[in-house]
C-alpha cells in the first residue's frame, strides 16, 4: 500500500539521477496525496522524459471517471491478468519521483501512527509505476499513473502486508525498456526491496490530512523528557 509520499531532492538531483532532457523546477512536498499532479518519469522510444501525470489510475476504457474508483496502487501479483492494468503494464511503465512514503501503524496508544519510510543511503526512492492515458468524450486528455505494490518485507510487514516495489538503481533501465522488456521479465523486477535498504522513522500525525504539508511532517512527536534523577542518599538538596 502507498498512500502518501514525499518529494525532497532538488530537481537536479531527480534529473541527474534518471537522465531526462527536461528541466523542470519544482518545490519540496512533504505529504503528496492522491489525484494531485505527480512528476513521473517514462522512456519512449529509447529517450527518458519528466512527465506531470495526475496521481490515479484510469483506464482508457472507462467512459465516466465519476463511477470509476479511484486506483492508486497496482498489485503487481495479478497486473498482467487484470483489463484495467494489462496494456500498462506492457507499453506504459513509469518511475515516480520520490524520496520516501508514509505507512501507518494500526492500533496503540496514538492510534493510526504515521511512519516515514525512506532510502536509508540518502537516495531518491524508485518507485515503479503504471500510466495510462484517458481521452474524455470532447477530446480532452488527461495522463495518469498508479504506484506498483508487492508485498511487504520484513521491516514493513508490521505496519502494513504490502509496499511499494522499489527498483534497484541498475533495475530502473530494464523497468523502463519496453522494447526488450516484456510484461514478465517487468513483473519480476518488483518484489520486496532488502531491509537494510530502508530506514523508518515515526512522522508527524499532522500528515493524516492532505492539506498540510511543510517540512514538520518529516519528524514525530518528540521524545518524552527524561525521569528526574533522585537524590543520592545524604545529600544535603
Known sequence: MCGRY????PPEVFRETY???????????????????????TAE???RRFVLMRWGFLPAWVKDPAEFPLIINARIETAAEKPSFRNALRYRRCVFL??????WRRGGARGMAPYLIRCADGRPMALAGLWETWSSPD?????TAAIV????????AAL??????????????????????DAKAASDLCRPCPEEWLSLAPANARVNDHRNDDADLLAGPPAPPPAPVPPAQGSLF
Open 6 to 9: 514525499v518529494i525532497l531532492s
Open 19 to 41: 537522465g531526462y532532457g527536461e528541466q523542470p523546477n519544482f518545490p519540496p512536498r512533504h505529504n503528496v496525496a492522491p489525484t494531485q499532479p505527480v512528476p513521473v518519469v
Open 149 to 156: 505494490t508487492c508485498g511487504a518485507n520484513g521491516l514493513l
Open 98 to 103: 520520490a524520496d520516501g512514503f508514509y505507512e
Open 139 to 143: 477530446g480532452s486528455e488527461i495522463d
Open 160 to 181: 502494513h502486508d504490502r509496499m511499494p516495489a522499489i527498483l534497484p538503481p541498475e533495475a530502473v533501465d530494464a523497468w523502463l525498456d519496453l522494447q526488450a522488456v
Open 45 to 47: 522510444y529509447g529517450r
